[in-house]
């Protein structure tokens, strides 16, 4: 089972940048999708980004895409999410999630919630102007 943790999360201002990681464990190989996802008060868990461990492609949402950039460093079993131009909008609960590949891909479109079985707590992250 995969254990996820995710840090970096708190309050800037519209425009600012943020760096938020995600300390992964209990990976078997590197046949594993991952993902950052975020969650606003009141609306869906929203899927942003996603990257293939294996081969490192990547995948974004339009709403973050040339924003936001997913990258991870497999020796350190972290995944990464560098949020940039952040706009009031970005302020969320934001997760990262990760699942094995099996016949679905990771980067071929928007990641869904209910594909993922591994899930960390959440960190906060909250924009204001």
């Known amino acids: 089972q995969v254990q996820l943790v995710e840090s970096g999360g708190g309050s800037v201002q519209a425009g600012g940048s943020l760096r938020l990681s995600c300390a992964a464990s209990?990976?078997?190989?590197?046949?594993?999708?991952m993902a950052w996802f975020r969650q606003a008060p009141g609306k869906e868990r929203e899927g942003l980004a996603t990257?293939?461990?294996?081969?490192?492609?990547?995948y974004y949402a339009d709403s973050v895409k040339g924003r936001f950039t997913i990258s991870q460093d497999n020796a350190k079993n972290t995944l990464y999410l560098q949020m940039n131009s952040l706009k009031l909008e970005d302020t969320a609960m934001y997760y990262c999630?990760?699942?094995?590949?099996?016949?679905?891909?990771?980067?071929?479109?928007?990641?869904?919630?209910?594909?993922?079985?591994?899930w960390g707590q959440g960190t906060q992250v909250t924009i204001s102007s």
């Open positions: 999630a990760a699942r094995l590949r099996g016949l679905r891909t990771c980067t071929g479109g928007l990641p869904f919630p209910e594909h993922y079985g591994s």
């Open positions: 209990g990976f078997t190989n590197s046949n594993y999708c």
């Open positions: 990257i293939y461990r294996g081969s490192g492609n990547t």
